[in-house]
């Protein structure tokens, strides 16, 4: 198999998006790449709307497995994880019934890693005792 190969360069993010919202989260949100996003993930992702209103704030994009309507939220983050978008997720699944978290993020700091593995043992433990 004969063909033409690149290199794989690692760039800044705010090189190729610069703004999250006007410009991440819109390329995000088109169908090949939550296609891609999906398979990567092993869940068929079907838009529902970017900048989804919860009250009064606004989900970058709030999706559904296709199949199951089961829902999806993502919160891109171009930069290293802060508490200010863990809070966000909070209030987003809450405010969706949210069954799937996605979190895009450049890096993750190491607090936010050991809070969100505390708050899945959490719902694993509510899930196994509740009636």
């Given amino acids: 198999m004969a063909g ?3 290199k794989l360069k690692k760039v800044d993010l705010r090189e190729v998006w610069e703004h999250e919202a006007t410009s991440f989260t819109r390329w ?5 790449n939550l296609d891609h996003l999906g398979e990567e993930l092993g869940i068929s992702i ?5 900048e989804a209103e919860v009250g009064g704030f606004n989900v970058d994009i709030l999706a559904e497995e296709e199949g199951s309507a089961r829902k999806i939220i993502i919160e891109n983050q171009l930069e290293t994880t802060d508490h200010d978008h ?4 909070l209030t ?3 405010g969706t019934d949210a ?3 996605i979190w895009i993020f450049r890096e993750i700091r ?3 890693r050991s809070a969100l593995t505390g ?3 959490i719902q694993t433990r509510t899930s196994i005792f509740s009636p």
């Fill in 4 to 6: 033409n190969l690149g």
């Fill in 110 to 112: 190491d607090e936010h």
């Fill in 46 to 50: 079907r838009l529902l709307k970017t």
């Fill in 99 to 101: 069954n799937v978290i």
């Fill in 86 to 89: 863990l809070g966000k997720l």
């Fill in 28 to 32: 995000l949100s088109q169908e090949e």
């Fill in 119 to 121: 708050l899945m043992s």
């Fill in 92 to 94: 987003y699944a809450s």
